[in-house]
T-cell receptor, first 115, second 110 residues
Framework: ETGVTQTPRHLVMGMTNKKSLKCEQH?????MYWYKQSAKKPLELMFV???????ENNSVPSRFSPECPNSSHLFLHLHTLQPEDSALYLCASSQDLLGGLQPQHFGDGTRLSIL | QKEVEQNSGPLSVPEGAIASLNCTYSDRGSQSFFWYRQYSGKSPELIMS????GDKEDGRFTAQLNKASQYVSLLIRDSQPSDSATYLCAVPLRTYKYIFGTGTRLKVLA
């Protein structure tokens, strides 16, 4: 149990579908992150939120739309995805964004497959 | 040059041996370094952090940092089959923007 819960664990969707990934952290952290992990590639940072405010959008296509209603919850809304978007999507949280000294704690991820 | 580089492996070691995993980074200003372990199909799990030059030990794990040479390593003593996983090196580029290596896959042979 990492303190960061992601649902669903697996998702298969067509390119025209709309779905959402959910992340909830029970660690009392203020910063939350979305990462994409593809085979044989490093983890790619997608979005960063601090105290519900987006502080980073790492040139992510608009077919990915994040939402952070409060410091404990983070969503990733998906629509008209492409096959190359198939990957493991990881949510992480950290106490805050200060100093780069804060370790990030990850959820178990959502394995997304686009048909 | 990649910002964080790791040998993808697999690195195979016999049970009971020392596994040595290496990571080099490009940003001389980096101040903190993290090692994560990721089992297949699971999330990355933080196992070590190091901020100062030298060695830091935690159980069977030792992290070594050499800022002058820009490398950080992870030693696993008395390797066990349960240590078989991918080990990710993470270096914050800015305060929160972690740059991850591709990971080194470790296989401990029973």
């Amino acid at each position: 149990e990492t303190g960061v819960t992601q649902t669903p664990r697996h998702l298969v969707m067509g390119m025209t579908n709309k779905k959402s990934l959910k992340c909830e952290q029970h660690l009392g952290h203020n910063a939350m992150y979305w990462y994409k992990q593809s085979a044989k590639k490093p983890l790619e940072l997608m979005f960063v939120y601090n105290f519900k405010e987006q502080t980073e959008n790492n040139s992510v296509p608009s077919r990915f739309s994040p939402e952070c209603p409060n410091s404990s919850h983070l969503f990733l809304h998906l629509h008209t995805l492409q096959p190359e978007d198939s990957a493991l999507y990881l949510c992480a949280s950290s106490q805050d964004l200060l100093g780069g000294l804060q370790p990030q704690h990850f959820g178990d991820g959502t394995r997304l497959s686009i048909l | 040059q990649k910002e964080v580089e790791q040998n993808s492996g697999p690195l195979s070691v016999p049970e009971g041996a020392i596994a040595s995993l290496n990571c080099t980074y490009s940003d001389r200003g980096s101040q903190s370094f993290f090692w994560y372990r990721q089992y297949s199909g699971k999330s990355p799990e933080l196992i070590m952090s190091i901020y100062s030059n030298g060695d830091k030990e935690d159980g069977r794990f030792t992290a070594q940092l050499n800022k002058a040479s820009q490398y950080v390593s992870l030693l696993i003593r008395d390797s066990q089959p349960s240590d078989s996983a991918t080990y990710l090196c993470a270096v914050p580029l800015r305060t929160y923007k972690y740059i991850f290596g591709t990971g080194t896959r470790l296989k401990v042979l029973a």
